[in-house]
């Protein structure tokens, strides 16, 4: 991922916000609740999606229903509901498999997207305590420790060795220093130090947000089997009734100009020759591979995406990109030589598993590195 233009934060801060109480202090409720009345409120726009009515139109409507269902219609008036209209299950399974396949994704994203949702810590009125990003206002005081993420774009008003991994807007893994009044932009997190910043600017006007809202578009997968489908459907819709008109009128001298058995047996050839048993089969496989996804926990949103990625065959990541969790942990200590040093200096004399548990105790903001050999090794020497 190329550099990306960082849009700049306004540096202004109102009147109220200079006082050395706000700093340490943050919004009191009356201003809190001054700034919920006016809808300074960090309402997160909600990311694109079908809705169920969508999902369900989409899997109804198509061609290879509307054609079958158009003969469904012609064989109950010729012959009215009975055994003839079994090929019309066609219609129902293949649009089931696809709305509950739709419909189990758009739920586990949903429980995914809550489970995932970033908290803030939120100091007013001389408290801190942590709360949903939607209750941040306009001007509140953040609080920023290693690991924390930033909610909303903001000016630091405090910095303690504060660095941000910006890694997910610029593609640059390298932490960045922000001293007092740099600007930090939601979607960074905290990758060493502590801080504090003021919350310039919330909700859809978030520089995050703006990129989430773009790239949480939906669109269809490109399919080559349903494209391939679709044309053949086309092809089919055209020389379909021509044929249909001219077995129409054999069929109807053939049986003295009953039109019933004239029209069942219309029915019954385009039936035949349109290819709606493979557009079953290939829900069913799509289905299939969906089943197997699932129990090793990938979860898709369309039934297509299996045959995308089945033509996969190269992975490509950039130096930023990671299929793995993003956590550090301790593998192994290797001892790459005799301890050496002094008898007298009981810090020398300490084993290497020692040191490193003093190490991961030493800073009180400890960076990603420091909390996990703080993990692998928690009994911090007495000295």
Same mark, same amino acid.
């Given at each position: 991922?190329?550099?990306?233009?960082?849009?700049?934060?306004?540096?202004?801060?109102?009147?109220?916000?200079?006082?050395?109480?706000?700093?340490?202090?943050?919004?009191?409720?009356?201003?809190?609740?001054?700034?919920?009345?006016?809808?300074?409120?960090?309402?997160?726009?909600?990311?694109?999606?079908?809705?169920?009515?969508?999902?369900?139109?989409?899997?109804?409507?198509?061609?290879?229903?509307?054609?079958?269902?158009? $003969?469904?219609?012609?064989?109950?008036?010729?012959?009215?509901?009975?055994?003839?209209?079994?090929?019309?299950?066609?219609?129902?399974?293949?649009?089931?498999?696809?709305?509950?396949?739709?419909?189990?994704?758009?739920?586990?994203?949903?429980?995914?997207?809550?489970?995932?949702?970033?908290?803030?810590?939120?100091?007013?009125?001389?408290?801190?305590?942590?709360?949903?990003?939607?209750?941040?206002?306009?001007?509140?005081?953040?609080?920023?420790?290693?690991?924390?993420?930033?909610?909303?774009?903001?000016?630091?008003?405090?910095?303690?060795?504060?660095?941000?991994?910006?890694?997910?807007?610029?593609?640059?893994?390298?932490?960045?220093?922000?001293?007092?009044?740099?600007?930090?932009?939601?979607?960074?997190?905290?990758?060493?130090?502590?801080?504090?910043?003021?919350?310039?600017?919330?909700?859809?006007?978030?520089?995050?947000?703006?990129?989430?809202?773009?790239?949480?578009?939906?669109?269809?997968?490109?399919?080559?089997?349903?494209?391939?489908?679709?044309?053949?459907?086309?092809?089919?819709?055209?020389?379909?009734?021509?044929?249909?008109?001219?077995?129409?009128?054999?069929? $109807?001298?053939?049986?003295?100009?009953?039109?019933?058995?004239?029209?069942?047996?219309?029915?019954?050839?385009?039936?035949?020759?349109?290819?709606?048993?493979?557009?079953?089969?290939?829900?069913?496989?799509? $289905?299939?591979?969906?089943?197997?996804?699932?129990?090793?926990?990938?979860?898709?949103?369309?039934?297509?995406?299996?045959?995308?990625?089945?033509?996969?065959?190269?992975?490509?990541?950039?130096?930023?990109?990671?299929?793995?969790?993003?956590?550090?942990?301790?593998?192994?200590?290797?001892?790459?030589?005799?301890?050496?040093?002094?008898?007298?200096?009981?810090?020398?004399?300490?084993?290497?598993?020692?040191?490193?548990?003093?190490?991961?105790?030493?800073?009180?903001?400890?960076?990603?590195?420091?909390?996990?050999?703080?993990?692998?090794?928690?009994?911090?020497?007495?000295?």
């Amino acid at each position: 991922m190329s550099d990306a233009a960082i849009p700049a934060v306004s540096s202004h801060v109102s009147t109220e916000l200079l006082n050395a109480s706000w700093a340490t202090a943050g919004l009191t409720s009356a201003e809190v609740d001054q700034r919920v009345a006016a809808g300074q409120v960090n309402t997160l726009p909600h990311a694109p999606d079908r809705t169920v009515g969508q999902i369900i139109r989409a899997n109804v409507i198509n061609p290879v229903n509307g054609i079958v269902g158009f $003969m469904l219609v012609l064989i109950i008036i010729a012959d009215g509901i009975g055994p003839d209209m079994l090929f019309g299950g066609v219609i129902i399974t293949n649009s089931v498999i696809g709305i509950i396949q739709e419909l189990r994704a758009r739920s586990a994203l949903n429980r995914l997207a809550v489970l995932t949702a970033p908290h803030a810590v939120l100091m007013r009125s001389g408290e801190q305590f942590e709360s949903g990003v939607e209750e941040v206002v306009l001007d509140d005081l953040l609080i920023l420790a290693p690991g924390a993420q930033v909610v909303v774009d903001g000016e630091v008003v405090e910095s303690t060795g504060l660095e941000l991994n910006e890694s997910l807007l610029t593609g640059e893994s390298d932490p960045e220093h922000k001293a007092v009044g740099a600007q930090v932009l939601s979607g960074s997190f905290v990758s060493s130090g502590s801080g504090k910043y003021r919350a310039v600017k919330i909700g859809a006007d978030s520089y995050a947000a703006s990129l989430a809202q773009e790239a949480r578009k939906f669109s269809l997968v490109n399919s080559e089997l349903r494209s391939g489908v679709n044309k053949i459907l086309k092809v089919l819709m055209l020389a379909i009734p021509p044929i249909a008109i001219l077995l129409f009128w054999r069929l $109807m001298q053939s049986n003295d100009g009953d039109w019933r058995i004239a029209l069942s047996g219309v029915v019954a050839a385009s039936v035949a020759m349109v290819p709606d048993g493979l557009v079953l089969l290939t829900s069913i496989a799509f $289905m299939a591979g969906v089943i197997s996804l699932s129990k090793k926990n990938a979860l898709l949103r369309e039934l297509a995406s299996v045959e995308l990625l089945a033509r996969v065959d190269t992975l490509c990541l950039d130096k930023t990109g990671t299929i793995t969790t993003g956590n550090i942990v301790v593998a192994e200590l290797l001892h790459l030589g005799p301890e050496s040093g002094s008898k007298s200096d009981p810090q020398v004399q300490a084993s290497p598993e020692h040191l490193l548990a003093a190490v991961g105790a030493s800073d009180p903001d400890p960076n990603a590195t420091q909390q996990a050999i703080a993990k692998a090794y928690p009994e911090a020497p007495s000295w």
